[in-house]
């Protein structure tokens, strides 16, 4: 019998507290203990893997990945999960907490020089930013198994033509392999959202692009997407127009919508080379 046995279900930890889901903060508790261990399985994470996640609440989701061997920081805002996550911390050495806002938070010194991976069930209000940072920032987690709001799941994974197809999709695709493994209906959470989840697995690739390609690539995406419906060489013209389009090899007549990942890399490299 492990440790993690002897404690009590999340739901009797949760009223015995008196804790509950703030709106404010984007809350919704996953307290199935089938869809966490499902996660914690889609991770592929076990013994020796470090494991960063965000947002543990009652601690359903880390009670699962401390079941794998893994070790996990856990990175809460909520300070009222303290005495809750302190229960499981008694049983559980491999659980380091750290209560501070994850969109402040070092990974890298978390990390220790370390690879690790992310796993969360995202607070709604944040997930974008924060996947945003992973991305995008100087730490790059080995991998990130992750939940969202199925809308934002599938502005991640969807391809050029598709309706959710934009930015995020692009600056998502050119730094991971990005594919949907898990569908959760609201009822699996508490309170159950007025909306689907769903989650992601994202593994980045070998080859990144650099932080000035990447800068370049959140700009490109910016003007092109935020005139999706205008063909490129009006939504591009400041920053080249038609000339630049060319450069790329892309149709100048063409709209975001339908341009793959690689051309938009193109046009980010054009634009370096132009300015």
């Known amino acids: 019998m492990s440790g993690l046995d002897t404690l009590p279900s999340l739901r009797d930890a949760l009223e015995s507290h008196g804790l509950w889901a703030k709106k404010a903060f ?13 996660i914690a399985r889609l991770a592929q994470v076990g013994e020796s893997d470090h494991v960063i996640e965000v947002g543990p609440g009652p601690g359903g989701l880390t ?10 920081t856990a990175i809460e805002k909520d300070e009222r999960f303290q005495p809750l996550l302190a ?3 008694a049983v559980a050495p491999s659980l380091t907490l750290v209560f501070d806002d994850a969109l402040k938070a070092d990974e890298a010194a978390i990390a220790g020089g370390q690879p690790a991976h992310i796993v969360s069930n995202l ?3 944040v997930g974008t930013p924060l996947l945003i940072k992973w991305l995008t920032g100087p730490w790059t987690p080995a991998s990130m198994t992750l939940m969202f709001q199925r809308e934002v799941a599938d502005r991640i994974t969807e391809g050029p033509g598709d309706d959710a197809y934009g930015r995020l999709a692009v600056i998502v695709q050119a730094t991971c392999r ?7 209906p609201a009822r699996a959470f508490t309170p159950p959202p007025k ?5 992601v697995r994202l593994e980045p690739h070998v080859e990144r692009p650099s ?4 800068d370049a690539l959140q700009q490109i995406t910016a003007a092109a997407f935020g005139q999706r419906r205008k063909m490129l060489r009006s939504s591009l013209k400041l920053m080249g127009g038609e000339s630049l389009i060319l450069d790329a090899g892309i149709d100048p007549q063409a709209r975001a919508e339908v341009i793959p990942v690689e051309g938009f890399l193109a046009l980010a490299d054009a634009w370096l080379a132009h300015r």
Do not use: I, M
């Open 123 to 125: 607070p709604y209000n």
């Open 87 to 89: 229960e499981v911390a």
């Open 211 to 214: 932080a000035e390609r990447l």
């Open 63 to 72: 009670r699962a990945l401390l079941e794998t061997g893994a070790k996990v």
């Open 178 to 184: 990005a594919q949907r493994v898990l569908d959760a």
């Open 195 to 199: 909306v689907d989840s769903a989650v």
């Open 26 to 38: 984007g809350q919704h508790f996953l307290l199935d203990l089938n869809v966490t261990r499902k």
